[in-house]
């Protein structure tokens, strides 16, 4: 494995299958104990840096350091030094001087964590950057889908909505790939990229098309505030042509599931008797992230397992 | 005055031949001049051309003395064969009055190392609300031709216009930075595969070549001059073929870095890549490259935009955009011209120094280098090979985009009305 995990394409097929076993092994080697907690990280120091608010992505990553008892800080933009003015390079070297072993950056700019890279000695892991790529988001959906599909080599999986804007689907494209999968991205054409072609990945206008042919749908969040700068003309007509609602999951096959990175906005993208059906994966999906964090923390800091 | 004899230099390329600097002017060409009493300077091997004019500098003085000042820009330019540099207009206060442009001459002159023209503002404070008093700049001590909003566009189309038709009153010509703003909201890099995948909000080219079309349009049809900065699209070098020929008054610039670089760079998240219009891609590069070498593009114009550490070394999106490029504006040209064989030395006398002179009206500048004419002029060594150290530079600040790159070429020496600015590759105040 690579030192830093800041994008998809740091992992090749072997690695991407190391995390997803490693994760799997966590999750055996937890399962039925009453303490959850391995001793693999003890007196190793991770730091959660986070530019932008986002309490689900910490938890996991403070949550899947704690269970490998490491030392763990959270740093957050808001009400630290950060927010009076503090330079991302001399927040860098701040965290360096503490000697972080791993920083866990989520930041509101693209390639923010590449550059953070540039300037601390640890291993830097990529929680989030602008409109790029949320890696670990793409290894626990990985995961999801192996667990309930058993498979992912050929597996089709939709990736819908706000491509243009999604750090999920940058990072689910580029590691579905990697892994053997078939994806075929699903938007208005005003939220693919310029450039989306040369992805790889399928690209369809039409849901209604897409959904009968695919094993996995991925939502993903669409905001509101979208709609003011015309990438669609409102909510209601985002909703009708490339919403999830209960007639158009009848038209998946009988094993296909649905994915949402969460958080939701039900009525929205999704309707709430998707999100709530069988086939929803989204709780699971919150606790697989905790298994995968672990897998990325341990293989970066404490080497590969036996 | 100290007299000059340059022994053995290649006027343009040509055949080797002593040239006499006297009393600021060039006083003789020829074989074997005997010239007693005049400092001799050796330049066997040397390429001898005009200096060097700059249609396009950013000298961050007044507001930036922490960036670069009048004086620190003059020494790089000087030190890039450059004898004259137009300093743009977005300064803190901005450049839109008489008394701002006098002052940004006055700065010029007394560094003493190239001609500091100051460019006016089009609208004040660079708002694009209402023009500036753009005569009283023309009438000041800076004799204020070249207006421009660089930085900004002038994108409403009526303040544009009129713009374009005031300036005919004293032979002024508007130099649009042309991007359409509403397509380039928060834009970062060229839009395209690599913006795609890179998650950074993408700058159209049809944002930059809206505005040229509309433009020379505008210019055709009230009879003005217009000038277009730092050109970055094939489409762009297109719709300027086409205006040129139904022979619309319209020239333009393309900087050394979009002759050189592509988006590629913004692979690394460096801000030092990041820059206004963007560096776009192979194949607009290879436009750029043939629009220059046929004279559509009528000149190289360095955009050379200094910035302070801590402008440069943040997250993309949080840095400024700019690069440096006076001290390698020259070489970038031989890299990217010279050496394929596109343009001869006559052809980068022309796109760099008679050219721009003429397009900013300049007395003095871009002329032959011929008995009579003012000695401003530099000696060139083609062949010489280096790798750009950006601490090396006599820029304030440090943003090269070529950082540990070779390229070829080296200014030995510098000359301003006879006085040498730059000599054996130093400057000389």
């Not at chain 1, 030192?3 to 080697?29: F, G, K, P, Y």
């Not at chain 1, 491509?163 to 999968?181: E, I, P």
């Not at chain 2, 433009?215 to 000038?227: I, P, T």
């Amino acid at each position: 494995m690579k030192r830093h995990l800041l994008e998809a394409a740091d992992l090749d097929r072997d690695d991407a299958t190391l995390v997803l076993d490693t994760a799997a092994q966590i999750d055996q080697a937890l399962a039925g104990r009453e303490v959850k907690k391995l001793p693999t990280l003890r007196g190793r120091t991770v730091v959660n840096l986070f530019y932008e608010d986002s309490t689900r992505t910490r938890i996991s990553f403070e949550l899947a350091a704690k269970r490998l008892s490491a030392d763990v800080i959270n740093f957050s933009a808001k009400g630290s030094s950060v927010s009076k003015g503090e330079s991302l390079k001399d927040t860098a070297l701040t965290l360096e001087a503490m000697g972080a072993d791993a920083v866990v950056v989520r930041h509101w700019a693209s390639g923010a964590p590449h550059r953070l890279a540039h300037w601390v000695r640890g291993s830097v892991v990529n929680a989030g950057d602008g409109t790029h790529e949320h890696p670990t988001q793409a290894l626990l959906d990985a995961y999801t889908i192996r667990q309930r599909l058993g498979r992912l080599e050929g597996v089709r999986v939709a990736v819908v909505g706000d491509v243009l804007h999604s750090r999920v689907a940058r990072s689910n494209v580029g590691l579905l790939h990697t892994l053997g999968a078939e994806v075929t991205l699903v938007a208005p054409p005003t939220l693919l990229p310029v450039g989306v072609g040369s992805w790889p990945a399928e690209v369809s206008y039409d849901l209604d098309a897409v959904l009968p042919k695919v094993d996995v749908v991925m939502m993903l969040r669409v905001q509101a505030e979208r709609m003011n700068a015309s990438f669609f003309p409102s909510a209601r007509e985002y909703s009708r042509r490339y919403g999830l609602d209960a007639r158009r999951m009848g038209a998946l096959h009988d094993d296909a599931i649905v994915m949402h990175p969460g958080p939701m906005n039900r009525g929205m993208e999704i309707a709430a008797e998707v999100a709530d059906s069988a086939r929803s994966t989204i709780v699971e999906q919150v606790a697989n992230g905790v298994s995968t964090r672990m897998a990325v923390l341990y293989l970066l800091l404490g080497g590969s397992p036996q | 005055m100290t007299t000059y004899l340059i022994k053995g230099a290649r006027p343009l390329g040509g055949d080797p031949a002593d040239i006499l600097v006297k009393d600021g002017r060039i006083a003789a060409i020829g074989d074997s001049l005997d010239a007693t009493g005049a400092e001799v300077v050796e330049a066997a091997g040397l390429i001898a051309l005009p200096g060097l004019v700059d249609l396009h500098t950013h000298l961050r003085e007044p507001g930036r003395e922490d960036a670069e000042t009048v004086e620190t820009g003059s020494r790089a330019a000087a030190l890039g064969g450059f004898t004259a540099v137009h300093a743009m207009a977005n300064t803190d206060p901005v450049a839109d009055t008489a008394g701002v442009v006098e002052q940004v001459w006055r700065l010029g002159q007394e560094a003493g190392l190239v001609d500091v023209v100051p460019v006016g503002a089009v609208t004040v404070g660079l708002k694009g609300e209402r023009l500036a008093e753009l005569g009283a700049m023309a009438d000041s001590a800076a004799r204020v031709r070249v207006f421009s909003d660089d930085g900004h566009c002038v994108a409403d189309p009526a303040l544009m216009r009129r713009a374009l038709e005031y300036v005919k009153a004293f032979d002024g010509v508007v130099a649009q930075h042309a991007e359409e703003p509403r397509l380039t909201v928060g834009a970062q890099m060229h839009e395209g595969d690599r913006s795609a995948k890179l998650g950074l909000t993408g700058w159209p080219a049809a944002a930059e070549e809206a505005i040229i079309a509309r433009d020379v349009l505008l210019a055709e049809h009230v009879g003005a001059r217009l000038h277009v900065c730092h050109v970055s699209t094939a489409g762009s070098v297109d719709i300027l073929r086409w205006a040129k020929s139904r022979g619309v008054q319209v020239t333009a610039e393309v900087t050394p870095h979009h002759l050189l670089l592509t988006d590629a760079c913004a692979e690394s998240y460096d801000p030092v890549f990041k820059v206004n219009p963007p560096l776009r891609t192979d194949a607009d590069v290879e436009a750029l490259r043939a629009g220059l070498a046929d004279g559509t593009i009528d000149a190289v114009g360095t955009d050379h935009a200094p910035h302070a550490v801590e402008d440069k070394e943040s997250e993309w999106a949080q840095a400024r955009p700019g690069m440096l490029g006076l001290e390698q504006a020259l070489s970038v040209v031989i890299e990217t011209m010279v050496e394929p064989g596109r343009l001869d030395w006559a052809g980068v006398a022309d796109r760099m120094s008679v050219r721009p002179a003429a397009i900013g009206r300049l007395d003095g500048h871009g002329r032959p280098l011929a008995p009579g004419e003012p000695a401003n002029l530099l000696l060139l060594d083609p062949t010489a090979r280096a790798a750009v150290d950006p601490a090396a530079l006599a820029s304030r600040s440090r943003n090269s985009p070529y950082a540990g790159r070779e390229l070829p070429g080296r200014v030995v020496a510098t000359f301003l009305r006879g006085v040498p600015t730059v000599l054996d590759g130093k400057a000389q105040k």
